[in-house]
Structure formats: C-alpha cells, structure tokens
C-alpha cells in the first residue's frame, strides 16, 4: 500500500485546511485510516484515526471539535479537515494505514510521506 499526503501549507491562525491523503496499491476499504503529526523537536503523535467503513472515528483531545476525518472508498482518499487551527498545530502531518481496519492511535502498517502544515500566530 502505497499513501499520498498532500494538503498542507502556511494558514494564519483561525484558519482552515483540508488534508488528503491518497492510497494505492491495496484494498483501501479494507483498510483503518489515521493521521499522525510531528512537530520540531518532539515525537510523533497520534492526531485523529477512522475505521474501514468510517463508522467509528477517534481524535485526539487537542483536536477534538477542531477536526474531522472522513474518507471516501470510492476515491481510494482519507480527509483531514482542520478548523480553528492554532499555532501548535504547526507540524509535518502524517497519513498511515492499517490492514486490521479498525480504528485507533496503534497497529499500522503502512505510512505516508508527509505533508506540512504550518500556522503562523
């Protein structure tokens, strides 16, 4: 499985940007879905994951009623739209996937390249 991130950029704080993230190479609708992100100097981290069918979702709390992901398994494509975006969410943001197809911040298997996002305050 091949994934594509792509997306990002430089928004002003408030702001909004939609993340895709574009997978080949497998069953994408077998597949969970997550996004993870990595800000200078610090680990990667867990930001927002979503089940094959995109019936279960799951975010992290700094992210929560600010993001949302979706996906569309006719496209082959994951989306992360990013609202009110602040400061610190500034980072290289990761799309990864999982041949369990649950949902959730463990088990992948597959990873994209990364995209950055940067938010100036």
């Known amino acids: 499985v091949q994934l594509q991130a792509s997306g990002g950029g430089l928004v002003q704080a408030g702001g909004s940007l939609r993340l895709s993230c574009a997978a080949s190479?497998?069953?994408?609708?077998?597949?969970?879905m997550g996004w993870f992100r990595q800000a200078p100097g610090k680990e990667r981290e867990f930001v927002t994951s979503?089940?094959?069918?995109?019936?279960?979702?799951n975010y992290a709390d700094s992210v929560k009623g600010r993001f949302t992901i979706s996906r569309d398994n006719t496209k082959n494509t994951m989306y992360l739209q990013m609202n009110s975006l602040k400061a610190e969410d500034t980072a290289v943001y990761y799309c990864?996937?999982?041949?369990?197809?649950?949902?959730?911040?463990?088990?992948?298997?597959?990873w994209g390249q990364g995209t950055q996002v940067t938010v100036s305050s």
């Open positions: 190479g497998g069953t994408f609708s077998y597949l969970g």
């Open positions: 990864a996937a999982k041949v369990l197809g649950g949902s959730g911040p463990y088990g992948y298997n597959y």
């Open positions: 979503i089940s094959w069918s995109g019936g279960i979702t």
